[in-house]
């Protein structure tokens, strides 16, 4: 059976997971294409080709009986009433990261989701970079023993990657700067290698160096993991004019009881657990950060949860404790004290 997929909201997402798409032969067509700015929708279904309805009103994609999901490239203010909507109409979803400008908004759409009986899953690519799997595995097997300690940080000049007036400078229409935009990648990604966050801290500002933005551009965060791990991150929008090129550069380090795995200069791995690292930090010959791969992945993903029933790796349930997460750095900072994490 093909799943006719909707795409809402054709900018830079929408185009990133094209070849999500185009790589996947008769599984998938995508029938509508819709953005409030027609021509963008028209541009991305004339790439597309094929017989693609075009609009700028998405919920004629909602409404429309032969879109079988949906997938949601919105900015972040439209998550919540667009997938209420979807799952209402009982359609499929795949919705870009961060799932929800906050935890009540996460639960209703999970709740409607589960109400309709749906695939619901949140795109945090990260975990489906090709890398991060055998990361995984080779922590899940202890091959640097206990994970004690992880250390993340991705830096980004926003002003320099998005035009003025852009909806990501606005509080009001992201519900959060750096941190709900992007650290929730990590974020998202450290809870899948290490298990769930139990408490943070953290402190942020907002540098200036983003003229627009009313959203915090610079982030510290410490985390305690419930297995008794320490986390440390910082993230910024405000890295002037030269950022470190976050998409194959983020650092990650994962500090073990037998050893450690870094990602700089390429993925590395000291382990007294296994002979082959056994004697300094030593290359694991693993891609780094094949963003392309990412979302062909992701949204293969999609498809196979569709036709099989299964939950994706990275569903609404799941995502529901990376939110809130990032809900409880944001009371930390708020409020300069260590907060406990709400456990969904
Ligand atoms: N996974 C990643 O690495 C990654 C990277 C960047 C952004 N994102 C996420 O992807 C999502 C989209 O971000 P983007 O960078 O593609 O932004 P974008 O501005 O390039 O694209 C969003 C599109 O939504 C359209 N839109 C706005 N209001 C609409 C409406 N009412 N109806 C239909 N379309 C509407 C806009 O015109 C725009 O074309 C966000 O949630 C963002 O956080 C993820």
Wanted: with cysteine.
């Amino acid at each position: 059976m093909t799943i006719r997929v909707g795409l809402i909201g054709c900018g830079l997402m929408a185009r990133a997971h094209l070849p999500g798409y185009q790589t996947t032969g008769e599984r998938v067509e995508i029938v509508m294409c819709c953005d409030n700015n027609e021509q963008l929708a028209q541009t991305h279904a004339q790439n597309i080709g094929g017989d693609i309805v075009v609009t700028s009103d998405w919920e004629q994609v909602i409404a429309n009986p032969n879109v079988d999901a949906v997938d949601i490239c919105s900015p972040h203010f439209l998550h919540a009433p667009m997938v209420l909507a979807a799952a209402k109409a009982g359609k499929h979803i795949l919705l870009e990261k961060p799932m929800a400008m906050n935890l009540t908004e996460g639960q209703q759409m999970v709740d409607a989701a589960n109400a309709a009986g749906k695939v619901f899953m949140v795109a945090q690519n990260q975990r489906y970079l090709p890398e991060h799997q055998p990361i995984k595995d080779w922590l899940d097997q202890g091959a640097i023993g206990r994970v004690i300690a992880a250390r993340i940080d991705g830096n980004q000049f926003l002003s320099r990657a998005y035009p003025k007036g852009h909806w990501l400078f606005s509080k009001a229409l992201t519900g959060g700067g750096v941190i709900r935009t992007t650290a929730i990648h990590k974020i998202d990604l450290l809870r899948y290698f290490l298990g769930e966050v139990k408490r943070v801290t953290a402190f942020y500002s907002t540098s200036g160096l983003n003229p627009e933005m009313d959203n915090e551009d610079v982030a510290t965060i410490a985390m305690e993991f419930e297995n008794g791990a320490l986390g440390e991150a910082f993230f910024t929008f405000a890295s002037y004019q030269n950022p470190i090129p976050t998409a194959s550069h983020e650092l990650v380090i994962l500090y073990g009881s037998k050893g450690m795995i870094n990602n700089i200069n390429g993925w590395n791995m000291y382990s007294t657990e296994l002979e082959a690292y056994s004697s300094a930090m030593t290359p694991m010959g693993l891609p780094n950060a094949d963003y392309t791969q990412s979302f062909v992945r992701e949204v293969g993903h999609f498809l196979d949860c569709i036709e099989t029933g299964q939950e994706p790796l990275t569903s609404g349930r799941d995502n529901l404790n990376t939110i809130a997460v990032i809900d409880a750095i944001y009371q930390a900072a708020e409020t300069g004290k260590a907060t406990t994490v709400q456990r969904i």
